[in-house]
């Protein structure tokens, strides 16, 4: 069974902290994906990363940075938090290939920053 | 910019009904069409996807009907029930990125 896990379901910080969210995938797959869900916006692919230590921009990068030491963790940080990154953030991972594999995704962290 | 515009935002469909969600993209290197379902506190899932060689595909009481002349897909929802009621997002890609992008989502309420 596919599993993606985010280190947490709820996060409270304040405007200026740094912002660690984790992301732990246990199917073996190359590519991971840091993105946003805010209503109305649907989701927005902020960055993702195809291979260890390898990082692409997404639609939505300004503010963030990610790092991927080992193929089954993809942090997203929030270098300094601020109130228009309260939202909720969502980790998927898949297969990669040029068939367009499924995208599967963790829970999702909802973080309010005050 | 949106490249995938989706609408109703929510629809509400009374139990037995069709629920019908329509798509439409711009990009024409676009040649994945894949729809996510997600529940109250949870990920989205895959649902039901599409290419473009073919105008309709089902799968159960999901049925996603394309039209590249057009460039738009659908998800008709056949029977909705109560359990039906999630969000559900339509997404596109191209041949040659593992990246999707999303429409806006549309929240389904199905009742009895």
């Known amino acids: 069974d596919v599993k993606v896990t985010q280190s947490s379901r709820y996060l409270v910080k304040r405007t200026g902290e740094k912002v660690f969210l984790e992301c732990v995938q246990d199917?073996?797959?190359?590519?991971m994906f840091w993105y946003r869900q805010d209503p109305g916006l649907g989701l927005r692919l902020i960055y993702f990363?195809?291979?260890?230590?390898?990082?692409e921009k997404g639609d939505i990068p300004e503010g963030y940075s990610v790092s991927r030491e080992k193929k089954e963790r993809f942090s997203l940080i929030l270098e300094s938090a601020s109130t228009n990154q309260t939202s909720m953030y969502l980790c998927?991972?898949?297969?990669?290939?040029?068939?367009?594999?499924?995208?599967?995704f963790g829970p999702g962290t909802r973080l309010l920053v005050l | 910019q949106q490249q995938v515009k989706q609408s109703p935002q929510s629809l509400i469909v009374q139990k037995g009904g069709i629920s019908i969600i329509n798509c439409a993209y711009e990009n024409t290197a676009f040649d994945y069409f894949p729809w996510y379902q997600q529940f109250p506190g949870k990920g989205p899932a895959l649902l039901i996807a599409?290419?473009?060689?073919?105008s309709e595909k089902k799968e159960g009481r999901f049925t996603i009907s394309f039209n590249k002349s057009a460039k738009q897909f659908s998800l008709h929802i056949m029977d909705s029930q109560p359990g039906d009621s999630a969000t559900y997002f339509c997404?596109?890609?191209?041949?040659?990125?593992?990246?999707?992008?999303f429409g806006t989502g549309t929240r389904l309420q199905v009742f009895p």
């Open positions: 990363s195809y291979d260890v230590k390898m990082k």
């Open positions: 599409i290419r473009p060689d073919v």
């Open positions: 997404a596109a890609s191209s041949y040659n990125t593992d990246k999707l992008i």
């Open positions: 998927a991972s898949s297969l990669f290939g040029i068939r367009q594999e499924t995208q599967y």
């Open positions: 199917m073996d797959h190359e590519n």
